[in-house]
């Protein structure tokens, strides 16, 4: 298969299901069938192949995919076409078809942060919440304080008593769609550039959070 157009491919590292995904749309792009194999292909070798099954088979139970046609014989592939193609960023779904919200009130917020120019922790997470996936203030309190260590939001007022923290982007940091993820260490991971922005000293910075 050849290089994928760029209106099919989110920028910068990804995973297996966001690979996936632009390779089945790159496939029906060209007007070829959709196939496990196809798809799995593309992946690094050490990928099992029951993950490309198990997000094909979600993707047809959440109606992503269509089958063509059942196999007419024993061990004959099954061959899908794309029936619902939502673009760029892959869907996230289980092998039972169930749309996965964890991760999105991120997503929102990251998108969010881009539009409003300045704002505080709260108004980010009033205006990034939707009836689907509510933001809580504490998750937008968090988020910017990793954000701007990493230098992605600027402070333009100080917290003092009664007096909440407000920020803005640094254009220059937007590194692209996909949020910047706070792991579980405690530092901060930015998909698009695939590389760690901030890891947290607990030293300097006095103790958990």
């Not at 099954?53 to 979600?58: A, N, Q």
């Not at 809580?136 to 007096?163: D, F, I, W």
Request: aromatic share 6%; glycine share 8%.
């Amino acid at each position: 298969m050849s290089r994928k157009p760029v209106h099919l491919e989110a920028q910068g590292p990804k995973g297996d299901r966001q690979a996936m995904w632009e390779t089945l749309r790159c496939l029906h792009l060209s007007g070829e069938p959709i196939t496990i194999r196809d798809v799995w292909l593309v992946l690094p070798p050490e990928t099992p192949r029951g993950r490309v099954r198990d997000y094909l088979v979600g993707l047809e139970r959440a109606g992503y995919l269509e089958r063509l046609a059942e196999p007419s014989k024993s061990g004959e592939a099954v061959r899908y076409r794309l029936a619902r193609d939502v673009g760029v960023e892959a869907p996230r779904v289980t092998k039972q078809g169930r749309h996965v919200t964890q991760g999105l009130a991120r997503e929102q917020l990251w998108r969010t942060l881009k539009i409003l120019g300045e704002f505080s922790a709260a108004e980010l997470a009033d205006a990034a919440s939707t009836h689907r996936v509510p933001v809580a203030e504490a998750s937008a309190v968090e988020y910017c304080h990793y954000l701007e260590r990493a230098g992605y939001l600027r402070l333009t007022r100080q917290a003092g008593p009664a007096v909440a923290a407000r920020y803005r982007l640094v254009p220059s940091r937007w590194s692209g769609p996909r949020p910047p993820m706070i792991q579980r260490v405690k530092q901060l991971f930015d998909p698009n550039l695939g590389e760690v922005v901030y890891s947290r000293d607990p030293s300097v910075e006095g103790g958990a959070e």
